[in-house]
């Protein structure tokens, strides 16, 4: 590290990094500048991004109409608390978030980051039964390979087997994880349970097409509407967590509209201001809301952080919208998918690979087994001047939106030549 700046070098023995064994971790790469889809290092290599820091900078890095904002409502008024005073931003953007989304979802309650909003969201479900005189419902049903969130009620609707959290099982309340309705069997196991115990039941939480963090495992539209249909048969609520495949990721706006479902609870983060400042939303319907609506103040949400509806936040979330709305993003989704299909495809027939898969700007190429040095797999990567975070037996690539050919073809073809060289 004799090269590496000052602030790194005397800041690593007080910081302590995410998903990170101190001890034995190599130190991080040093980055001190951002543009379009590349970091610069303080040693003055550029890395193309293949993940778009953990999939929020749909935009690219540094997007004028996205900063402009920002300076903007700076110079106006950066935040103020959001109990008993308002702001045009947030209440602007609640608006607007009322409008794209499908159905009745049109009450947006603003947090700073996605384990919160979920956990807002779970809040949400369980008091709705209570608001509505029915006592014994607090179990949150949710699904094998997911993952909600690092806190400790999301940690507790993770998967509790293959999930990052299973050394807390002592610590977390239990909620009930089942297989996703993918077959006849699971959907009868599903529809099983909830015959039994869905009086016990707030809502069923899962990710729409996408369970990212478990895996980067996919499943089809039709899943979902087997939940909506068992969530309307046993009169229990569904959860919609978006913080991933929201906003473009999987090809369409939300990923609940591909499925033609509309969920009870949506949760959005991560691309909601395009990876500029920390934002999140759970967004209910207006039945859910209704159970809140009341004379009785005990009736209402008792939940409030700090930063709520943070005024610079919002501010870049509709800036962020605009592009949406003015620059071919969806298009541009779809031009990444077919690329990713092609590009990724040569994958399937290296020894190592177990299989390749793409939806929307999503690709992944899934290892049989772990790599034996994962940190020197990352090194590697680094060398082909990319900057990709394998997990696990995942290798994937969730890029910004507006990458264009020759950087994405460069982040494929590192993955086609780390892959070729890992044994079967």
Known sequence: MSDAPGWLTEGLGHIWLPYTQMRTAGPPLPVTATSGTRLRLA?????VDGIASWWTACHGYNHPHLLAALQAQAEAMPHVMFGGLGHEPAYRLATRLAGMLPGDLTRVFLAESGSVSVEVAMKMAVQYWLNKGERGRYKILAFTGG???????????????????????GLLPEHPVLPLPRDAESLETLDQFLAQQG???????????????????????VVLRRLRELADRYGILLIFDEIFTGFGRTGTMFACEAAGVVPDIVTLSKALTGGVLPLSAAIASARVFDAFWSEDPNAALMHGPTYMGHALACAVANASLDLFETEPRLQQVAA????????????????????VRVLGAIGVVELKQAPADLRGLKEKLVEQGVWIRPFGRILYLTPSFT???????????????VTAGLPG
């Open 43 to 47: 040693d003055g290599r550029e890395l």
């Open 336 to 355: 990444i998918s077919a690329a990713l299909h092609q590009g990724l495809e040569p994958c399937r027939a290296m020894p190592a690979v177990a299989d």
């Open 403 to 417: 990458i264009g050919e020759e950087d994405l073809e460069r982040l494929m073809a590192a993955i086609r030549t």
């Open 147 to 169: 993952y909600h969130g690092d806190t400790i009620a999301t940690m507790a609707v993770c998967d509790p087997e293959e999930g990052m959290h299973a050394k807390f099982r």
């Open 199 to 221: 009086h016990r039941i707030a809502a069923m939480l899962v990710e729409p097409l996408v369970q990212g963090a478990g895996g980067m495992l996919f499943h089809d539209a």
